[in-house]
């Protein structure tokens, strides 16, 4: 009798220490909402994006990077010669594509023409390593601005066609993730340490603000006064930054699996949430963001990326990329 007792006791303690470990998500179950409208096949895994009015870049790992018309869904090119391809980034208005390969002996940003969308022809490589996040743009004076994290280092440089000229780089006390930028400022995923927002007019370091999250602060998106973040193990923040050295966290919540990118399209929010697929948001309420729908991994895969571009989603997965619709009655 005694045995039998302490068996079941010890069965309870398991179930107690299992139910405690667990990880409480908020929400986990599928709306019906969200249709899968095509799905890209890659060779290696979706790892990147960038999506324009009609063309679809995607990062493929390993297997290099591909060239669609999302429209049409035709393929124009795949382009192999990757160890891997992990960030992509590209400037239509001249034809430029920048790829990030992670490793090997091309590791670093390399430059394309694409003005064949069907034969991208490599310019150039930046070398470089351990690279987190890019964002490339047009600038007046005829070159391309390159923005860049790389372990603890914001870089910002540009490319005239032929070369890549480093103006300055910033130094930061910890890792850096994904950032995004307006005119005046710059926000930066710090990991563990938050939200940085710094002054992008001067060239030394000049934080104005660390704003510390629940979670690991992997993904940056700023829309108007607020700043959404993709959290990590805690799911999304939203911070709102009126005030630049006094930001306020407005809205936190879980979301299943390790939340790896985050998107804003007018009302709607969209999360790459890992094991977790992609969740889908109404935000007309910033303060009191709705869930609608949610894809789950056992569908689309492990989701490293999310775009929502005119009302489509974008999922960068492991099995590939899927392009996804939502009608909200």
């Known amino acids: 009798m005694y045995k039998i007792n302490n ?14 470990c667990a990880k409480s998500t908020e929400p986990v179950s599928s709306e019906d909402i969200l249709k899968i409208d095509m799905f ?29 018309n999302h429209l049409t869904n035709f393929q124009y090119s795949n382009f192999s010669l990757f160890e891997n391809a992990r960030l992509i980034s590209a400037v239509e208005e001249d034809s430029i594509l920048f790829v990030y390969d992670r490793y090997g002996e091309s590791a670093g940003i390399r430059a394309f023409d694409i003005s064949d969308l069907t034969d991208p022809q490599e310019d150039m490589l930046v070398t470089g390593r351990n ?23 914001y870089g910002y440089g540009e490319y005239n066609g032929t070369y890549w000229y480093t103006f300055f780089y910033r130094y930061f006390p910890n890792y850096l993730t ?29 934080i104005l603000s660390i704003t510390d999250t629940p979670g690991e602060a992997l993904d940056v998106k700023l829309v108007n006064n607020y700043v959404f973040i993709a959290d990590k193990q805690e799911g999304f923040s939203i911070i709102d930054i009126s005030n630049k050295e006094n930001p306020e966290i407005i809205f936190q919540e879980d979301t299943s699996g390790w939340a790896q ?5 007018g009302d709607y929010l969209v999360i790459g949430s890992g094991g977790g697929g992609v969740y889908l948001y109404d ?26 571009w005119n009302g489509k989603i974008f999922a960068a997965t492991k099995k590939g990329v899927y392009k996804l619709s939502f009608e909200i009655e």
Request: no cysteine; glycine share 8%.
């Open 131 to 153: 690279i987190e996040a890019i964002k490339t743009y047009k600038n007046d004076n005829g070159t391309i601005e390159i923005l860049a994290t790389f372990e603890n280092e």
């Open 7 to 20: 068996f079941f006791f010890i069965i309870y303690i398991i179930i107690i220490i299992i139910t405690g």
């Open 283 to 308: 935000i007309s309420d910033v303060q009191n963001p709705r869930f609608i729908d949610r894809l789950d991994d056992a569908i689309i895969g492990y989701t490293y990326k999310v775009k929502i």
């Open 178 to 206: 994904s950032f995004d930028v307006d005119s005046s400022y710059i926000y930066l995923g710090g990991e563990q340490l938050g939200l940085y927002i710094v002054d992008r007019t001067v060239t030394a370091l000049n």
């Open 261 to 265: 990118s985050i998107d804003v399209e």
């Open 40 to 68: 890209y096949s890659t060779i290696g895994y979706g790892r990147d994006i960038f999506v324009s009015d009609s063309l679809l870049y995607i990062a493929e790992d390993q297997g290099g990077f591909s060239i669609y």
